[in-house]
């Protein structure tokens, strides 16, 4: 068997937990509202036409925040079509994704959903065929009290109350050919920073997230961000990052490991901006955003074309996951948290049908798919500080990264209950791994509360419609903690199932 080691202590710590680390995505895509999170003809829609079994799943997987409208759809979108009477609206072309958007739900009913679903909002702006003004006009719809035009209209179409959101996007992936409204760095970098001016001149203590790369594989990757802060810099709190990850011709084993170029991404970006605030003389950290990332399937998106009609809410990027992809988003979860000290909010897209934990039929269930688990037991277990670990681990070969850890983990320590949480992935295509974690420094009084794994032996099962429960979490077993079973010591031994992601809670006596 393999072995691998860490210790931890809890005076080295690399950053509380962020809570907007758990954030998610709604975008105007596919089905991602449309028979996603509202379907008014559904058995279970309440009165607002919101499904509330999609509610509670929402609610099941710990969700924070939610990053809307989108997205490459927010790019050719005009707000003013979402509100009002809905029997008013306009049907639009939505040319990122060829197809009709009705405008049935607008930003009044998403606040609505989201308050119903305890979540922040982190509302995307369109730069793409649009600029300052419509910046402001939104923001003066959504945060501005009453007294104005269009706050009064608001008031008038039912929200007294502005809705307060705080975190706002500069649009979306503006680096990328495919965007309506694609720019170069140095065209983005003066409207990002023109907009965040005028957004700021209106409301001084709204956060602001200016676009980054939208993958680490784009040739403007890095002078992109250097370019853009260089005229924004001043004005913007975070620069976003977005990855998907995808097994490609059978290699699995360069797949667990996408975490290893996460890492990477990260580490980039937050050397590239540092070096921009060190020949501005500024003393001001820029945060991450990674509000785009999952698993995706991109290669068999860009061999299927769009549909050649236009219809509302086709069926598109409807991902099914297996064991392997749960394991990885699992890993992607890993890194944000090791990175808690600069990635201070994270989106995994999206949250219904497309590319998400979450899936419907219209009319029918709802259910989890098989990546739902490490994010909502994340969610659920990461509080207090992310601490700083060094792991010893035997390493493999993959094809795309070079030497990669077979264990990779990160722990966090909550100091109000003392609780101790453990967060491990297993590479390791055949073996399980006996995993050592030191823990002498916390004392000799912590007990395993609860312990989970995901895995399977069939790495490729997936859940669905007709079997939603196939892959679910379960009782991690083989600890030994201290001298015996779940009783007291210094450390705590755990046996990782190949291919798998675990967490293990430990508390006081």
Same mark, same amino acid.
């Given at each position: 068997m393999l072995r691998a080691r860490v210790a931890l202590n809890p005076a080295s710590v690399v950053a509380p937990v962020s809570r907007r680390t758990f954030g998610s995505f709604v975008e105007h895509m596919g089905r991602c509202v449309y028979t996603g999170i509202y379907e008014p003809g559904h058995p279970l829609a309440d009165e607002d036409g919101f499904r509330t079994d999609v509610l509670a799943l929402a609610r099941e997987l710990g969700v924070t925040m939610v990053r809307y409208p989108g997205g490459n759809f927010v790019s050719g979108y005009r707000w003013e079509d979402g509100v009002g009477p809905v029997a008013d609206r306009p049907r639009r072309r939505d040319l990122a994704w060829r197809s009709i958007e009705t405008n049935e739900v607008g930003i009044d009913e998403f606040a609505k959903w989201a308050e119903k679903a305890d979540v922040e909002i982190m509302y995307a702006v369109n730069l793409g065929t649009r600029g300052v003004q419509e910046a402001l006009d939104v923001h003066e719809y959504i945060n501005h009290p009453e007294g104005t035009h269009l706050s009064e209209l608001r008031r008038a179409n039912g929200a007294e109350k502005p809705y307060g959101i705080k975190l706002w996007c500069l649009g979306n992936e503006l680096d990328g050919p495919w965007q309506t409204g694609h720019k170069t760095p140095e065209e983005y970098g003066l409207l990002a920073a023109a907009t965040a001016r005028a957004l700021r001149s209106a409301e001084p203590d709204l956060e602001l997230v200016a676009c980054g790369s939208s993958s680490s594989i784009m040739p403007t990757f890095g002078s992109w961000e250097s370019t853009l802060l260089e005229?924004?810099?001043?004005?913007?709190?975070?620069?976003?990052?977005?990855?998907?990850?995808?097994?490609?011709?059978?290699?699995?084993?360069?797949?667990?490991?996408?975490?290893?170029?996460?890492?990477?991404?990260?580490?980039?970006? =937050?050397?590239?901006?540092?070096?921009?605030?060190?020949?501005? &003389?500024? &003393? &001001?950290?820029?945060?991450?955003?990674?509000?785009?990332?999952?698993?995706?399937?991109?290669?068999?998106?860009?061999?299927? *074309?769009?549909?050649?009609?236009?219809?509302?809410? *086709?069926?598109?990027?409807?991902? %099914?996951?297996?064991?392997?992809?749960?394991?990885?988003?699992?890993?992607?979860?890993?890194?944000?948290?090791?990175?808690?000290?600069? =990635?201070?909010?994270?989106? %995994?897209?999206?949250?219904?049908? =497309?590319?998400? *934990?979450?899936?419907?039929? *219209?009319?029918?269930?709802?259910?989890?798919?098989?990546?739902?688990?490490?994010?909502?037991?994340?969610?659920?277990?990461? &509080?207090?500080?992310?601490?700083?670990?060094?792991?010893?681990?035997?390493?493999?070969?993959t094809e795309k990264y070079g030497e990669a850890p077979v264990i990779d983990a990160v722990a966090t320590h909550d100091p109000a209950t003392g609780d101790v949480v453990v967060f491990a992935v297993n590479r390791d295509q055949e073996q399980s791994v006996e995993f050592a974690v030191d823990l002498r420094a916390f004392g000799d009084d912590l007990t395993v509360a609860e312990a989970w794994t995901l895995t399977d032996d069939d790495v490729r099962a997936t859940n669905t419609k007709d079997d939603p429960d196939r892959v679910t979490m379960q009782p991690l077993t083989g600890i030994a903690l201290g001298g015996g079973d779940n009783g007291g010591g210094g450390d705590v031994t755990l046996t990782l199932p190949r291919i798998s992601w675990s967490a293990i809670r430990l508390t006081r006596v």
């Open positions: 005229h924004a810099y001043d004005v913007v709190d975070y620069v976003s990052c977005h990855a998907y990850y995808e097994e490609h011709d059978g290699d699995l084993g360069s797949f667990l490991a996408s975490a290893v170029d996460m890492d990477h991404f990260v580490n980039s970006i =937050v050397a590239t901006a540092d070096a921009v605030g060190a020949r501005l &003389k500024s &003393k &001001k950290k820029i945060n991450l955003s990674f509000d785009e990332w999952n698993v995706w399937y991109l290669s068999r998106f860009q061999s299927a *074309p769009l549909p050649k009609e236009w219809e509302v809410a *086709p069926r598109v990027i409807e991902d %099914q996951y297996n064991v392997a992809d749960a394991v990885v988003v699992g890993s992607l979860l890993i890194s944000l948290l090791r990175h808690s000290d600069r =990635v201070t909010a994270a989106c %995994q897209a999206q949250l219904v049908n =497309v590319i998400a *934990p979450i899936m419907t039929e *219209p009319g029918g269930p709802a259910w989890r798919q098989t990546i739902f688990h490490p994010f909502a037991r994340t969610a659920a277990l990461a &509080k207090g500080d992310v601490l700083r670990l060094e792991i010893q681990s035997p390493v493999y070969s």
